[in-house]
């Protein structure tokens, strides 16, 4: 599905609020959800790799397959776990970083004028 630009920015979070509300949910949902959906095939794939496994010195390919593709994929979770954290902190510091800049802007624009000795 494709979204245009209107639709995108319906689910914009540019308010701090939003903003908030958006690294709450990551911290809260997404993130314990994410982990835990990356860990549901742990034991699973530990234990057909036990199975595939050389028991007599003559194993399945499976085994070693099964163990590429677990490593690949715990990776991948935790570049995703990354990620996640590095916007929940991102939106986070963006209200900050903006008032901030709005402040300065304000405060240099402002410093004075040859019409405050009046």
């Known amino acids: 599905m494709v979204i245009g630009p209107a639709q995108g920015q319906q689910n914009l979070a540019s308010s701090p609020a939003r903003k908030r509300a ?18 549901w095939a742990d034991e699973d794939t530990g234990a057909a790799v036990r ?8 194993g399945w390919d499976t085994s070693s397959a099964l163990k590429k593709a677990h490593k690949a994929w715990a990776d991948q979770v ?36 040859s019409l405050d000795r009046y």
């Not at 958006?22 to 860990?39: K, L, M, Q, V």
């Open 22 to 39: 958006a690294a709450r949910a990551i911290e809260n949902h997404i993130e314990p959800d994410t982990c835990h959906a990356g860990e």
């Open 51 to 58: 199975a595939f496994d050389a028991k007599d010195g003559h």
């Open 78 to 113: 935790k570049s995703l776990m990354n990620r996640l954290g590095s916007e929940k902190v991102s939106l986070r510091a963006t209200t900050a970083l903006l008032q901030g800049t709005d402040f300065g802007v304000g405060a240099h624009a402002r410093t004075s004028s």
